[in-house]
């Protein structure tokens, strides 16, 4: 049972618009970004939303390493692909121009693709590929990072998290979304296991001997530090089938990389060879796909719509009550959360305080009371 105080939506919006606006953001951008962070929360994706307004993106801020005004230059441009450069701006602001650009193009052409290279992090990835779904079309994109992940037989670090997402329309009420890392977990997870003084359990990360960690704390230090890395999705080693999420994590890494001309693996750590921080030069790639070039968009999403409910309707393991399908539980939490807000811990709640307090937002929170 939740615990923890909601924040309407509301009023949620407004102290994150004004919050970024106040800290440099042109007031357009911070609706996008506001937006992308509450549609993680909304779908109960709790690692990438207001849980990380401070820490990824107002702290970044605040330290020189990311452009709260955001320089988009177009590298290049022809038929149903382009190549852009953020500047080091804000992620999300780069990749909605991105989304835009591809959404028409495969409206046009039958498919887009876009490229973005030295951006930031863009929140949760199926906020883009969502984009192309209330389009009726199909959404994919993929994003490297600051290298988390150890290949198969490795102990280091050098994959990001590096997610692999589509959105796809179906003829039901919630679209079909996958919106995952190739890697077991996250740093933003292992981050919220931190504020809810959680052991991250074990098999996630290990160290540069191997050994697997579950301490949530020194897991932080660890990787902060380079000396612990997670698992690719599958798990270390080859038995459950690791080199699967290493392969496709690499697949990201080039698509994000070699395609823009961007930088990649330990290049991506952020800091200069004195060990300064610098920006992450982090690059994203946008694939529409228009089903209309295809087939009849009605048959298309029934179809889909088909396979999903096959799915669910299959037989059901011994004691569990319901088989879901991608995307089924996020619009569940949406139902249950749409009238009630987003719940914040309390750590959480001390950041809004001093994000308000510093900066005069003129914006109460219930949870004062």
Same mark, same amino acid.
Request: glycine fraction near 10%.
């Given at each position: 049972?939740e615990?923890?105080p909601?924040?309407q939506?509301d009023?949620?919006?407004?102290?994150?618009i004004?919050?970024?606006?106040a800290?440099?953001v042109?007031?357009?951008?911070?609706?996008?970004?506001?937006?992308?962070l509450?549609?993680?929360?909304?779908?109960?994706?709790?690692?990438?939303?207001?849980?990380?307004?401070?820490p990824?993106?107002?702290d970044?801020?605040e330290?020189?390493?990311?452009?709260?005004?955001?320089?988009?230059?177009?590298i290049?441009?022809?038929y149903a692909t382009?190549v852009?450069?953020?500047?080091?701006g804000m992620?999300?602001?780069?990749?909605?121009?991105?989304?835009?650009m591809?959404?028409?193009?495969?409206k046009?052409?039958g498919?887009?693709m876009v490229a973005?290279?030295?951006?930031?992090?863009?929140?949760?990835?199926?906020y883009?590929?969502s984009m192309a779904e209330?389009e009726?079309?199909?959404?994919i994109?993929?994003?490297n990072?600051?290298?988390?992940?150890a290949?198969?037989?490795?102990?280091?670090n050098?994959?990001?998290?590096?997610?692999?997402?589509?959105? !796809?329309p179906?003829?039901?009420?919630?679209p079909?979304?996958l919106?995952? +890392?190739t890697s *077991?977990t996250?740093n &933003?997870?292992? %981050?919220?296991y931190?504020?809810?003084n959680?052991?991250?359990?074990?098999g996630m990360?290990?160290d540069?001997d191997g050994?697997?960690?579950?301490?949530?704390?020194?897991?932080?230090k660890?990787i902060?530090?380079?000396r612990?890395?997670?698992?690719?999705?599958g798990?270390?080693?080859e038995?459950?089938g690791g080199?699967?999420?290493?392969?496709y994590?690499?697949?990201v890494?080039?698509?994000?990389?070699a395609l823009?001309?961007?930088?990649?693996?330990?290049e991506?750590e952020?800091?200069?060879p004195?060990?300064?921080?610098r920006?992450?030069?982090?690059?994203h790639?946008f694939?529409?796909?228009?089903?209309?070039?295809?087939?009849?968009?009605?048959?298309?999403?029934?179809t889909t719509?088909? !396979?999903?409910r096959?799915?669910?309707?299959?037989?059901k393991?011994?004691? +569990?009550?319901r *088989?879901?399908?991608? &995307?089924?539980? %996020?619009?569940d939490?949406?139902m249950?959360?749409?009238?009630?807000?987003v719940?914040?811990?309390?750590?959480?709640?001390?950041?809004m305080?001093?994000v308000r307090?510093?900066?005069?937002?003129n914006?109460?929170?219930?949870f004062?009371?």
């Amino acid at each position: 049972m939740e615990t923890r105080p909601y924040v309407q939506w509301d009023v949620m919006e407004d102290f994150m618009i004004q919050a970024f606006h106040a800290y440099g953001v042109p007031l357009e951008d911070a609706k996008i970004c506001a937006d992308v962070l509450l549609e993680s929360d909304r779908r109960g994706i709790e690692s990438h939303g207001c849980n990380r307004f401070k820490p990824v993106y107002i702290d970044r801020i605040e330290a020189g390493i990311l452009n709260p005004v955001t320089k988009i230059d177009v590298i290049r441009d022809r038929y149903a692909t382009a190549v852009l450069d953020a500047n080091d701006g804000m992620g999300m602001v780069a990749s909605k121009v991105a989304m835009d650009m591809a959404i028409e193009k495969a409206k046009k052409y039958g498919m887009g693709m876009v490229a973005v290279r030295n951006s930031s992090h863009y929140g949760i990835a199926g906020y883009w590929a969502s984009m192309a779904e209330k389009e009726n079309m199909i959404g994919i994109t993929g994003t490297n990072a600051r290298p988390s992940i150890a290949p198969t037989f490795g102990v280091e670090n050098m994959l990001g998290t590096n997610p692999l997402t589509f959105a !796809i329309p179906t003829d039901e009420e919630f679209p079909f979304i996958l919106d995952c +890392a190739t890697s *077991i977990t996250q740093n &933003g997870k292992i %981050e919220y296991y931190q504020r809810i003084n959680h052991d991250t359990p074990a098999g996630m990360v290990c160290d540069r001997d191997g050994k697997i960690m579950t301490d949530t704390d020194t897991i932080l230090k660890y990787i902060r530090s380079q000396r612990a890395a997670l698992a690719p999705l599958g798990g270390f080693g080859e038995e459950l089938g690791g080199y699967k999420g290493y392969g496709y994590a690499t697949v990201v890494e080039i698509l994000c990389a070699a395609l823009q001309n961007g930088i990649f693996l330990k290049e991506l750590e952020g800091k200069n060879p004195d060990g300064s921080i610098r920006p992450y030069h982090i690059g994203h790639f946008f694939i529409v796909i228009n089903p209309e070039f295809f087939v009849d968009i009605d048959e298309f999403k029934h179809t889909t719509g088909e !396979i999903l409910r096959g799915l669910r309707n299959s037989q059901k393991a011994p004691g +569990a009550e319901r *088989i879901y399908t991608a &995307g089924e539980k %996020e619009w569940d939490v949406w139902m249950e959360r749409k009238d009630k807000g987003v719940p914040v811990s309390g750590p959480v709640q001390k950041e809004m305080i001093a994000v308000r307090d510093a900066k005069g937002i003129n914006v109460h929170f219930d949870f004062e009371d």
